[in-house]
């Protein structure tokens, strides 16, 4: 069982930075991917970023590209999700998530285990 816990969310102004972590523990497989989320209220959940585990390969959702940046600390098993030039449209609830290999790592479905999220809301 894979256990995930987000941290780092907040309360910010547009134009301002936030880095999200997500600490990582329990029985995993050799070449896992982090996963990013997030929920607005009323939207439904959409992919964010992801991070293979052995390589570092991040992949981007479109709306993010250039302005997230997704990274990992293999040794501390800790995933990062650093966020700047926040905009309002930013905030929503941010989740974190395991993935064992599958390669469609924009859809949820492929994810076996969920953090609680944390709350990220940008004011302008």
């Known amino acids: 069982q894979v256990q995930l816990e987000e941290s780092g969310g907040g309360s910010v102004h547009a134009g301002d930075s936030l880095r999200l972590s997500c600490a990582t523990s329990?029985?995993?497989?050799?070449?896992?991917?982090i996963g990013w989320f997030r929920q607005a209220p009323g939207k439904e959940r959409e992919f964010v970023a992801s991070i293979s585990w052995s390589w570092a390969v991040p992949s981007y959702a479109d709306s993010v590209e250039g302005q997230f940046t997704a990274t990992r600390d293999a040794a501390g098993n800790t995933a990062y999700l650093q966020m700047s030039s926040l905009k309002p449209e930013d905030t929503a609830v941010y989740y974190c998530?395991?993935?064992?290999?599958?390669?469609?790592?924009?859809?949820?479905?492929?994810?076996?285990?969920w953090g609680q999220g944390t709350q990220v809301t940008v004011s302008s």
């Open positions: 329990g029985r995993t497989v050799n070449d896992y991917i």
């Open positions: 998530a395991y993935n064992r290999g599958h390669t469609r790592v924009s859809d949820p479905a492929n994810y076996d285990a």
